[in-house]
């Protein structure tokens, strides 16, 4: 007998059978599996398509941001669109394949991406620009008020550079922010904020290095020249044997006195 597995949805134990019946059996079973994962894309695929014709009318109607940002042609283009593809999935597109759906969906974000994205940046890029001047402000307040006491051994040259940096970067925000203030809210921006934040990030990475830059060591107390320190160690043992001497002299002569003292006495 063998035993024939499709996956964990379905196991088989055939007996008696030769080889050829097993391989068209394992056949079969492969192409089940395989329609029926095509039957799951599809239905998310058609699902997709429901959720993002539901939520974009659902912003058209109630997002005031896409009003600012899109002309009334826009709008009423993407909407008889939304309307027609809502009413395909009604009819013909009921039971469409994959490639139908993927295609409808991929047809509609070509026309609303591009705003639903400015309406992001309405509030994105002035958050975006802001966070960048302050981020610019703390770094050079750091470099110039702290790195002194903190960081002595970063020199002036590698200080004024940052700097340099930093106004540099601070200038380039203010002539992307009055170009834009000079473009229709209706067209694509001059920036975005993703690029503004990896401008900002220039900054960062710069002031990051230098804090990361080693102290030097502290320099060696430096070490007597060995003859000198040899003389030395000798002048101190003879010193040491020399008051060893005195000592026992000393003792010697106190013990000499202490014997002759009796014999004072008795006399």
Not at 134 to 151: A, F, G, Q, Y
């Amino acid at each position: 007998s063998a035993r024939v597995s499709s996956g964990p949805w379905l196991s088989l134990s055939f007996k008696n059978l030769d080889n050829s019946a097993i391989q068209k059996s394992v056949r079969i079973l492969s192409e089940l599996r395989e329609k029926d994962i095509m039957r799951q894309r599809i239905a998310a695929a058609r699902n997709d398509l429901e959720t993002y014709i539901y939520n974009t009318r659902d912003k058209l109607d109630v997002d005031e941001s896409i009003a600012q940002v899109s002309t009334s042609k826009e709008r009423e283009v993407l909407l008889s669109e939304i309307s027609q593809a809502d009413d395909w999935l009604s009819d013909d597109g009921y039971d469409a394949s994959l490639a139908q759906y993927e295609e409808k969906l991929s047809g509609l974000r070509k026309l609303s991406d591009a705003i639903f994205r400015r309406a992001r940046e309405l509030e994105e890029r002035p958050r975006q620009f802001q966070a960048c001047r302050d981020h610019l402000n703390l770094t050079r307040r750091v470099v110039l008020d702290k790195w002194n006491v903190s960081m002595p051994h970063s020199n002036e040259t590698e200080r004024t550079d940052l700097v340099n940096t930093i106004e540099e970067t601070e200038r380039w925000i203010n002539e992307k922010e009055a170009a834009q203030a000079k473009k229709p809210l209706t067209e694509n921006p001059v920036i975005y904020s993703e690029e503004i934040d990896e401008y900002c990030k220039l900054v960062a990475r710069k002031a990051y290095i230098l804090t990361q830059k080693p102290a030097p060591r502290p320099s060696p107390k430096p070490r007597a020249p060995k003859k000198e320190a040899k003389a030395e160690s000798e002048k101190e043992k003879a010193k040491e044997s020399s008051s060893k001497k005195t000592e026992k002299s000393a003792e010697a002569d106190s013990k000499e006195e202490s014997a002759e003292k009796p014999q004072r006495d008795e006399l």
